[in-house]
């Protein structure tokens, strides 16, 4: 038999919480079209939107994808190294580095 515990976390430690998460977590988004790259992102970034990006998707994957989240940036470099044949670069707009 399991039990599960129950407590409450109040409303602003809860947002502090998913700040905090969003703060380090990173994103790759890989582009199919734009000269074969990926670039990495933080969550927090406008452009990432927490592996949303700024549009709908109303052309699915034939675009290109987001990768993630991962919760370190060295993470999310070694995984961008391991797509094949994209040239990696960081976001302009949220630098992300190590």
């Known amino acids: 038999?399991?039990?599960k515990i129950n407590f409450f976390i109040p409303r602003g430690l809860t947002?502090?919480?998913?700040?905090f998460y969003l703060i380090?977590?990173?994103?790759i988004?890989?582009?199919w079209v734009a000269d074969k790259k990926a670039k990495i992102h933080?969550?927090?970034?406008?452009?990432c939107n927490n592996g949303n990006g700024r549009h709908e998707e109303i052309h699915g994957d034939k675009n290109g994808?987001?990768?993630?989240p991962?919760?370190?940036?060295n993470k999310a470099k070694k995984a961008a190294l391991e797509l094949e044949d994209r040239k990696i670069s960081n976001c302009g707009h949220c630098v992300p580095c190590a």
């Open 1 to 3: 038999m399991t039990s």
């Open 15 to 19: 947002l502090w919480f998913n700040t």
């Open 24 to 27: 380090f977590m990173y994103y």
């Open 29 to 31: 988004y890989e582009n």
């Open 42 to 47: 933080k969550a927090t970034c406008a452009y």
């Open 65 to 68: 994808r987001w990768h993630g």
């Open 70 to 73: 991962f919760s370190s940036y």
